[in-house]
Antibody, heavy 120, light 110 residues
């Protein structure tokens, strides 16, 4: 059974940093691209970032480019999102999701999400 | 504003058939597969339809997807109270090199 478990969310001040993690199990992590998608309170889904299966290619939404960094450790079956220069508009539930096996693709399985609150 | 356009709301009575539309462009729906997700209140999105019209195992055949040109639709037949949820369409966008989502449609079962 595919499982994705996010962690690392919490309260952070504007301008601060936070690192999210996503522990994957139930599939060959190193064979799949991975995504981060966020959802602000009461709003829709917003793509944040994606990374290819070997980590060689990364993709970012314009809204986070230059502030967020996606990475992965295939030896630990873990996906990361390093977030910096956080703003009020970054406050959301952050989901990690599995992508495609040959291309980055569109997510199929999703984790339960971790809440990031940006407030002073 | 979302790249893909969905109606904000839809409704139907139990047993009815409802459809939710999703409109895009040549760089997303027009050239790539469409995916649909169901999000029940307080939960993560769940894949409902992939590659335009394929259902993952466990998804009832009451749910069906279709695509034509730069638009797609999700149809739900035999509407049930437990179908009340938010529904999102998604596709890869070749111009943005990103996944793009619709703004979501809130389905109410009257």
């Amino acid at each position: 059974e595919v499982q994705l478990v996010e962690s690392g969310g919490g309260l952070v001040q504007p301008g601060g940093s936070l690192r999210l993690s996503c522990a994957a199990s139930g599939f060959t992590f190193s064979s799949y691209a991975m995504h981060w998608v966020r959802q602000a309170p009461g709003k829709g889904l917003e793509y944040v970032s994606a990374i290819s299966s070997n980590g060689g290619s990364t993709y970012y939404a314009n809204s986070v480019k230059g502030r967020f960094t996606i990475s992965r450790d295939n030896s630990k079956n873990t996906l990361y999102l390093q977030m910096g220069s956080l703003r009020a508009e970054d406050m959301a539930v952050y989901y990690c999701a599995r992508g495609g096996s040959r291309i980055v693709g569109v997510p199929d399985y999703w984790g339960q999400g971790t809440l990031v609150t940006v407030s002073s | 504003q979302s790249v893909l356009t969905q109606p904000p709301s839809a409704s139907g009575t139990p047993g009815q058939r409802v459809t939710i539309s999703c409109s895009g462009s040549s760089s997303n729906i027009g050239s790539n597969y469409v995916y649909w997700y169901q999000q029940l209140p307080g939960t993560a999105p769940k894949l409902l339809i992939y590659r335009n019209n394929q259902r993952p195992s466990g998804v009832p055949d009451r749910f069906s997807g279709s695509k034509s040109g730069t638009s797609a639709s999700l149809a739900i037949s035999g509407l049930r109270s437990e179908d009340e949820a938010d529904y999102y369409c998604a596709a890869w966008d070749d111009s943005l090199s990103a996944v793009v989502f619709g703004g979501g449609t809130k389905l109410t079962v009257l």
